[in-house]
């Protein structure tokens, strides 16, 4: 596709244009580590993406050039209506810091509902960040789709408990997030959240802590 390739050789160029060297030096020191990083804007690598029409093949193009930047944008110009299962779970392979899996969720799985339930079957994995975007998926979820029912939150809740207890902290503040933003729905759901979160400042856990402290005070009124 002669049309799609051009596209992707001007991204390229865009993104360098948007170079930025102390982006990136503070990126590096939140611990975002990529094998090619330019320090690029999430602002302006939208404002890169906005220029292109949904573009499955020009996603693809993107995520298997491996640059920080190609792969939000792969995100971002992704047609969304053409993506697969099977290509849900390649993608989700390449999540390998806590902001590609945000801009996963955001940019890709929360905008259909038929990826609504890779929630669960992310934080089924053993790896640190598809973990972290299942919990993340679940929040957005719980923000954006008001005709979920609580079954559909409730079965995160046993995992949510065991990961409060987990050396990751991205791991931990996401299944944090995903409990806050479940208990806002409603009273029900609040009133189990409570329960585990109560449960968990039991142990008195230092790990475990953090996933209480950023979830009860904050629903708890």
Known sequence: MPGTEQNYK??????RLYESAPTLEGM?????????????????LKKIAEKYKPDKYLAELLRNKGFRETIILSFMIDDIDKIQEKDISNISKLLSTQELAEQFV??????NKKFHPFAEKLILSDKEFQISAGFILYARTALIDKEKD????????DKGFEYAFNNSIYIRK????????????NNNLK???????????KYDNPNANLVYEETLPLIKY
């Not at 001007?10 to 993104?15: H, S, T, V």
């Not at 609580?150 to 809740?157: G, P, V």
Request: hydrophobic residues 50%; positive net charge.
């Open 10 to 15: 001007k991204i390229i160029k865009e993104i």
């Open 28 to 44: 590096e020191r939140m611990g975002l580590k990529y094998k090619k990083n330019f320090g690029v804007s999430l602002i302006n």
């Open 106 to 111: 955001i940019n890709i799985l929360e905008k």
């Open 150 to 157: 609580d079954a559909f939150f409730e079965a995160f809740f």
């Open 174 to 185: 996401s299944a944090a997030r995903a409990f806050r933003q479940v208990a806002m729905r």
């Open 191 to 201: 009133e189990k959240v409570i329960k585990i979160a109560e449960k968990i400042k």
